[in-house]
């Protein structure tokens, strides 16, 4: 699914669909247009080469959808129109640029700690018991043997 199809949907179909609140899209695509170096040519001032085909709400878009419906990038290639690999590198990329704002980072353990969070602690007995099931005789599994014709 392209950009052009999921901005159709709204507040809590868009978060069922993406897997994020629609501001937190719009501030992923903004840090990725940010942080995306600009291209650089071989000769500064020509350009060459083939013009992006994905803008940058398409390349987030694609990365939580790889991430929320473990897709493989052979089918998100196939949606896009690119390969493999190419997904690969957008995904990967993607992933790096992301990583460096720190918009969306987890607090640390240490963090997590400190706090003064109030645990409540469950406990569940899943000790190990025999199945009884019935004995395996040799008997039961051998077959009869067949009198031997002449």
């Known amino acids: 699914m392209r950009w052009k199809t999921a901005r ?19 501030i992923m695509v903004s840090e990725l247009k940010r942080l995306k170096p600009p291209s650089q040519h071989k000769v500064p001032g020509k350009k060459r080469g083939p013009k ?12 939580l959808m790889y991430y929320r419906e473990y897709r493989t990038f052979f089918h998100l290639g196939s949606e896009y129109g690119l390969s ?3 997904c690969w590198r957008l995904v990967t990329q993607t992933e790096k640029l992301l990583l460096k704002s720190s918009l969306f980072h987890l607090p640390g353990k240490k963090t997590l700690l400190t706090d003064d969070t109030q645990w ?14 019935p004995k395996k005789n040799s008997g039961s599994i051998t077959r009869g043997k067949r009198k031997s014709t002449p």
Not at 8 to 26: A, H, I
Not at 120 to 133: G, N, P
């Open 120 to 133: 409540e602690v469950v406990l569940v007995d899943v000790a190990e018991s025999a199945i009884e099931r």
């Open 52 to 63: 992006p085909k994905l803008i940058a709400a398409d390349e987030v878009l694609m990365v």
């Open 8 to 26: 159709t949907y709204k507040g809590s179909q868009f978060k069922r669909l993406v897997g994020v609140e629609r501001e937190t899209f719009d």
């Open 84 to 86: 493999e690999v190419q």
